[in-house]
């Protein structure tokens, strides 16, 4: 008499344990899923930006080789006036030499950004002290510096992909852990339907195992706030 009634208040115990853990399970549940969710909008966001960021970066990029190309047609054309100013210079064509200074005048003052006359500057400077032609080009850093932006804006949009990618990998995590906690609820919700204690300690262990398993998983994945 008395191993039967112990043998109901455990099995009564055990229900219980099974009553709490599946309310646990399910709300883990829910909280697994909605983070999911969370993940995958964040990562459609990213991949958003990401493509955005890198429309911006490609089209600066194309700005970039527009204005490098301007810059060195108006380069090669002051360059080309520089040698017939020497030729006018060594024939003494005083009105030749006046009208090619006056061309060349004209092109610095009113086509030539800042960025281009330094670099120009440096390379009359360059050639003067090496006595040979040097082009403003050859300058370090000055070719690489027409696409900065674009460089900027391509190097952003990697971040925002890779930022993305890591939201995907987070939302599909969760996607295990919410798999691993409808098992959990499934073996759980089987367990009455045991009559043999032996039968419902087994599937309440494994069920346990499951849960904080899940769980400790969960909780490594970061957390995302709407």
Known sequence: ????????????????????????????????????????????????????????????????????????????????????????????????????????????????????????DWAMAETERIGGSVSPFDKEGFVESYFETANELLAASEEMLEAGNANNTHGDNQGLVSVIYAVVLFLLGISSSFNGLREKYILLVVSCVGFVGATVFMLTIPIVLP
Do not use: C, P
């Open 1 to 120: 008499m008395s191993d039967g009634k112990t043998g109901k208040t455990r099995a009564e115990f055990i229900e219980f344990i099974v009553v709490i853990l599946l309310g646990i399970t399910a709300v883990a549940t829910a909280w697994s899923a909605w983070q999911g969710g969370l993940h995958g909008s964040q990562m459609d966001q990213k991949y958003t930006k990401s493509n955005n960021l890198a429309s911006e970066g490609n089209s600066e990029y194309n700005a970039g080789i527009q204005t490098l190309t301007q810059d060195m047609m108006l380069y090669n054309e002051i360059n080309s006036l520089m040698i017939d100013q020497l030729f006018a210079e060594s024939k003494g064509d005083k009105d030749e030499l006046e009208k090619i200074e006056w061309k060349i005048d004209e092109l610095v003052s009113g086509n030539m950004s800042a960025e281009l006359g330094e670099a120009f």
